[in-house]
């Protein structure tokens, strides 16, 4: 196969070759690599060389991308692959950028997990097994979701945590018709809010006073 012509163009705001060849075929090229593999009109091109050519545009392009994807906000490795995947990428190109977004410091899921359990515990005063199953759902492997909540996950906390929020919530219990139901109502927040059921209780009875379960 033979090159056709070379032409530089703006796409998406960022200069690219345009490659065409005498197939009829068209390569949209970053132009480092028309450099880097010394192209020219007229030259001729093997089916390997054309592949590699392929392969380096897809290894630069997903490189690029995945590093603005995550220049905008953290986001875990299975995240990235996801976002990689969307856009077509081939699995190599996506195993290298992965490989470079590491090694840049860009993509780390243990300090993602440290940061997204210190943000959500505080902004949304959410308890260790929400945070757990949520680092999970992300892809953050166990361990790793573990060792990070693993600090929240300490009786003292949990209580201090669970005991703010049993007050945020019963502001109006005093006026409530049904105070039984609405402690009910109250611990079954703090489980949805990820706290173990032991503290909830400990939390509404240090707070509210006693309550039964029995029918929660």
């Known amino acids: 196969m033979r090159i056709e012509s070379l032409q530089y163009i703006k796409k998406r705001g960022r200069g690219v070759v345009e490659m065409t060849l005498d197939t009829g075929t068209t390569l949209s090229l970053d132009a480092d690599l028309v450099v880097q593999f010394r192209l020219s009109r ?8 054309f592949q590699e050519i392929q392969n380096a545009e897809n290894n630069l392009q997903a490189r690029r991308r995945l590093i603005r994807y995550l220049a905008l906000r953290r986001k875990t490795e299975r995240e990235s692959i996801d976002y990689l995947r969307r856009l077509s990428f081939p699995e190599t190109a996506i195993q290298l950028a992965i490989a ?6 860009y993509l780390n899921d243990e300090s993602y997990a440290a940061a997204y359990t210190s943000s959500q515990s505080r902004i949304a005063a959410k308890g260790p097994r929400a945070l757990e199953f949520e680092l999970r759902a992300k892809g953050v492997a166990r361990d790793i979701a573990q060792k990070a909540v693993q600090p929240l996950a300490e009786p003292d906390v949990q209580l201090e945590a669970a005991c703010a929020l049993v007050l945020r919530k019963s502001t109006n219990l005093a006026s409530d018709p049904e105070p039984k139901k609405a402690k009910q109502r109250i611990y079954q927040y703090l489980l949805r809010k990820g706290f173990d059921g032991d503290i909830a209780l400990q939390a509404i009875r240090s ?10």
């Open 42 to 49: 007229g030259m001729e091109l093997s089916e390997h060389q």
């Open 100 to 105: 470079a977004a590491k090694e840049l410091g």
């Open 207 to 216: 707070t509210l006073g006693d309550l039964d379960t029995e029918n929660s």
